[in-house]
């Protein structure tokens, strides 16, 4: 099975600086968003160090289980992250979200800490395959929010777990046999908060109507429009976003 993939971060319209990173490795079958918060430059310095270490770790282990060894190459990235962080006063309290993909045979597997999310586009539909750590799902979770009333919750970025924080962090790890003709989507809030699930398929759609004949070409236009079109309406945060397409 093949995979075609592009990527774009983008420091969208109203930040000084973008605090995201991303990072695709087509022949390792690893692409990975980072959403970094926090400190003088921290954000910045966090969502770099992740998407550097993960990887580079991930890449060395990748004989062990697959679920483990990105589990372990997540946690070891916040070590690395906290451990700096406690080293310089003006970088205390940094972190970074992480949503990571590692395709390996037919079956995909997800690594996420907050709410940068992993999506599946199947027949014109769209499923978050990943589950956010926020304040606000934490409510959905106890059903004191629906999702109308969580899009207007003035605390709906607060994080209740990141990458870097924390001296022990809990990662998620989900995995998803994968078919011909799927499409995967991750990105941070600055996509998902600002277009719409509706409009997000509608995009991919557009350019990618039928994924056995999409090109690098046709994925690239996909990934500028997303976030042309987050950048259209508003472009409050930094926007990063990767499109993969397996053939």
Known sequence: MGL???????IGQKRKTNQDSIYLNPEKNIFIVADGMGGHNGGD??????VELIPNHLIQILDQEPKEAFSSS??????????????????????????????????????????????????????????????????????????????NDPQKNVLVRTVGFEADVEVDIFSYKVSKGDIFLSCSDGLHGKVSDAD???????????????????????????????????????ISVIVVVAQ
Do not use: C
């Open 4 to 10: 075609i993939s592009s990527g774009l971060t983008d």
């Open 74 to 151: 997540v946690v070891y990235a916040n070590n690395e992250i906290k451990k700096k962080s406690d080293q310089d006063q003006l970088l205390q309290g940094m972190g970074t979200t992480v949503v990571g993909f590692y395709f390996k045979g037919d079956t995909l597997y997800i690594s996420n800490v907050g709410d940068s999310r992993a999506y599946l586009v199947n027949r014109n539909k769209l499923f978050q395959l990943s589950r956010d750590h926020s304040l606000v799902q934490e409510k959905l979770n106890l059903g004191i929010y629906n999702r109308e009333q969580a899009a």
């Open 45 to 50: 310095i966090a969502s770099q160090m992740a």
């Open 200 to 238: 997000i398929v509608y995009i991919i759609n557009k350019y990618i109507p039928d994924p056995a004949k999409a090109t690098a070409e046709t994925v690239q236009q996909t990934v500028t429009t997303l976030v042309a079109q987050a950048n259209a309406n508003g472009g409050n945060d930094n």
